[in-house]
């Protein structure tokens, strides 16, 4: 089955500056990567997601890329503010009805 | 803007006890999942859910879990004699079908002791 890793686990960054967490994927069938964002106490939240049709999709100041075929995919945070704090979750999906296979966590600290 | 609802927040219950964890999904949507987060780790899936029927399931999702859509809102996962590694953060989720976005609720902390 499908297997998604995700580093770092922690990731310390500067108020302002730019947050990268990236993931790879073992199954060539997934073709939907969505990214999630954890607050503490709360579900995780659909903040990005990409399809296997496209390499790159940006939203104000996230950004994703994929390489399908490295089976790469990362998230780019640019001027990170603190509300940007929280854990991030890449994950991994076949069909739009599929299961969603998520990374362990990059918990995101944004340093003042 | 709708959201998955879940109750309760959180559930203390003894170990060999039955629980019963509610979900109200967002009302369009047709497709149904729950998942655990047990602390620290990743959000595993357990089942999903499908026009009455499961559709699949993970092997952690074993005989002593079961779901049921009793009504056309609510949709519920039982744990009939509780573990204390069934200690965990479960999620319910829905999409509608049509798009990619799987809807999470706030989920509901089992504490098993």
């Known amino acids: 089955g499908e297997n998604v890793e995700q580093h770092p686990s922690t990731l310390s960054v500067q108020e302002g500056d730019s947050a990268v967490i990236k993931c790879t994927y073992s199954d060539s069938a997934s073709n939907y990567f969505p990214w999630y964002k954890q607050e503490l106490g709360k579900g995780p939240q659909l903040i990005i997601d990409?399809?296997?049709?496209?390499g790159e999709k940006k939203d104000q100041r996230i950004a994703v890329t994929l390489n399908k075929t490295a089976k790469h995919f990362s998230l780019h945070i640019t001027e990170t503010q603190p509300e940007d704090s929280a854990v991030y979750f890449c994950a991994a999906s076949i069909n739009r009805d599929d299961k969603i296979i998520f990374g362990k966590g990059t918990r995101l600290h944004i340093l003042p | 803007e709708p959201e998955v609802t879940q109750t309760p927040s959180h559930q203390v219950t003894q170990m060999g006890q039955e629980v019963i964890l509610r979900c109200v999904p967002i009302s369009n949507h047709l497709y149904f999942y729950w998942y655990r987060q047990i602390l620290g780790q990743k959000v595993e899936f357990l089942v999903s859910f499908y026009n009455n029927e499961i559709s699949e399931k993970s092997e952690i999702f074993d005989d002593q879990f079961s779901v049921e859509r009793p009504d056309g809102s609510n949709f519920t996962l039982k744990i009939r004699s509780t573990k204390l590694e069934d200690s965990a953060m479960y999620f319910c989720a829905s999409i509608d079908g049509l798009s990619y976005e799987q809807y999470f609720g706030p989920g509901t902390r089992l504490t098993v002791t």
């Open positions: 990409i399809r296997s049709n496209v």
